[in-house]
Structures are given as C-alpha cells and as structure tokens.
C-alpha cells in the first residue's frame, strides 16, 4: 500500500477566494486521482493526474475552476479556485500502485467548507 | 457506462453478529475489479476487500468476506462477528480491467451502525 498525506486536513474558506490542497504520497506512482465528495454524497472523480501531462478532467468540471498541478511522481496539488458554497465538501487524494488493475488507495481528505 | 447500485441506504447489526451488504452492477466489460471501501467519521477511505473479477473464488479479509456473483452482476460484502469499530460508511466500487487512467465507480453507499 501507499501513504498518502494530504494538506491542509480541514479548512474554512471565505466566499471568492482559492485554495490548494497538496497531496503527497510516500512512493513513486503513475496515476493520481482526485475525487469530491460532497455533503452525504458519493465520491465523484474530478480529474485524473498524470506525471509530465496535463490533467484529464470528468465531465462538469474544468480546468479554470480546478486546476492541478503533477510535478513529479509523488507530488500534486488541487485548487479549489472562486469558491462558493457550493465547493463545500472533502476532496480526496487518491493513487494507483502496482500493476494494472490494482488497488486504489486514498488520502485523509481536505474537507472544505466555503462561508 | 458502468453502474454500481447500494439499494440499502442504511442497516445496522448487533454486535458480534453478522450483516451483509448488497452491491450490483453493470457493465458490459468481462475484466474488472470490484471493491468495498470503508469511510468512517474521519472521512478517511479505508479499502475493506478487493475481488478481481476472473477469480471464482470469494476474496476474504479476516471478518470480512463476498459473496462475487458475476452472471448475476453481484457483490455483496458480508461482515462476521460485528465490532463497534465496522460502524461506518461503506461504498462499493467498480473499476475497469483496462487499468492505467480507469476511475472507480462508486454506489451512493450503505451507512452502517453497530448495536452494542
């Protein structure tokens, strides 16, 4: 398995204004997902990370409002950009190791919550 | 496009007793991975049991076992002898067997509470 750290863990952001999320990860790995969850939701994928390429995003959201950086292949970091309440929810990390076809792991999650 | 269907919004179980959770789904894929997830107060997802869909036999974990039915599109995740800490969310998942950039695909989830 992977350990997969995530900053900050919770926060409370005004109306308007950006954050980041970074999510580190103790080994080397390809893919990294980042996932919303929503309040009593399900998870729902917001784009997949790819080291040396630009994100893949899901279909209803966009790069402008989530822009994601992969630097490495051990590093990421989510913005979370003009927030509404709306935003308000746990954005998870998450990555893939080993062969194909194996275990996702997640992150703590950052849950926000926009004011 | 796939589909993973909880029908059990919540369920509870005595403790030291055993539930099982239902989970289906479809897909018209023959190689592909299905999974229980569990998520706690502390929001954190906690892989439970994977099972790998060319496998015949259950995948078990400990206390935790499935029930893989594939021709009926069914996986369904049993818990014996329930602890106080098995209270949580849990979310079935499917993945395709393309691997690389293939998502897992959550149901809606099954809230769990443990009886003491």
């Known amino acids: 398995s992977a350990v997969i750290s995530q900053k900050p863990s919770r926060d409370i952001c005004q109306r308007g204004t950006s954050l980041t999320i970074q999510c580190q990860v103790d080994?080397?790995?390809?893919?990294m997902f980042w996932y919303r969850q929503q309040p009593g939701q399900s998870l729902t994928l917001i784009a997949t990370a790819n080291q040396g390429s630009e994100a893949t995003y899901e279909s209803g959201f966009v790069i402008d409002k989530f822009p994601i950086s992969r630097p490495n292949l051990t590093f990421s970091t989510l913005t979370v950009s003009n927030m509404s309440p709306e935003d308000s929810s746990i954005y998870l990390c998450?990555?893939?190791?080993?062969?194909?076809?194996?275990?996702?792991?997640f992150g703590e999650g950052s849950w926000l919550t926009v004011v | 496009a796939q589909t993973v269907t909880q029908s059990q919004p919540e369920m509870s179980v005595q403790e030291a007793e055993t539930v099982t959770l239902s989970c289906t789904y479809d897909?018209?894929?023959?190689?592909?991975?299905l999974f229980w997830y569990k998520q706690p107060p502390s929001r954190q997802m906690i892989l439970v049991i994977r099972q790998e869909a060319y496998k015949q036999q259950n995948a078990t974990e400990n206390r935790f076992s499935v029930n893989f039915q594939k021709a009926a599109k069914s996986f369904s995740l049993k818990i014996s002898d329930s602890q106080l800490g098995d209270a949580a969310m849990y979310f079935c998942a499917y993945r395709s067997g393309r691997g690389g950039s293939e998502k897992l695909v959550f149901g809606k989830g099954t809230k769990l509470t443990v009886n003491p």
């Open positions: 897909t018209s894929e023959s190689d592909y991975y």
């Open positions: 080994s080397q790995v390809t893919m």
């Open positions: 998450s990555v893939e190791t080993g062969r194909r076809g194996n275990t996702i792991y």
